[in-house]
């Protein structure tokens, strides 16, 4: 008859694979969170075209006509402040010829740019206002200061005169005291040409 093999020895290798098995699959479960974070942490690849470098301002030269330029806009203004203080010493001359009272130079330059120089005077009469306001405006004419305007000619109670860097104020005495328009800028003005 025929012998049977014993049964013992398959089975006892079953389980060897099994145990040899387990720790290739703890291994494989360890690692696979290591390849996930790797994964995760790896940037995403830029595939369009890259973007260009900026390029270094340059500061600009300053050239001989630029200095020139410079010189030329220096005498310009040069010449402009000697134009306004002849016009305020004519405006001024002409007050005084024609007897105005009270006569004030209030400078504004660097304060506003309505004007460089306010010009207050007052007369006696609404007659004698617009009699000084005339002359100074013809004056003005004549040196070639060209065409000023005036407001308040015919009341005679307030005459303003706009020559474009000189705004000249003709008043009436108690118009004048009214107003008081010198003490908006009084800190420029002496005491006692701001006391009258």
Known sequence: MAKAKPAAKPAVKAPAK???????????????????????????????????????????KITSAVVARQKAEAAKQAIAAKQVKAMLKLVTKSLDD?????????????KTPMADYMVVATGRSGRHVAAIADHVM?????????LARAEGMTQGDWVLI???????????????????????????????????
């Open 138 to 146: 013809r004056r003005l004419k004549e040196d070639g200061f060209g």
């Open 98 to 110: 024609d007897k105005a009272e009270d006569i004030v130079a209030i400078d504004l330059a660097g």
């Open 18 to 60: 099994a145990k040899a098995a387990a720790p290739k699959a703890a291994a494989k479960s360890k690692a696979a969170p290591k390849t996930k974070a790797k994964a995760k942490a790896a940037p995403k690849k830029f595939v369009g075209k890259p973007l260009p470098k900026a390029k270094p301002v340059a500061e600009p």
């Open 162 to 196: 706009d020559a474009g860097d000189i705004v000249i104020h003709i008043f009436r005495a108690e118009v004048r005291e009214f107003y008081r328009l010198e003490k908006m800028w009084a800190a420029d003005i002496p005491a006692d040409a701001a006391e009258a």
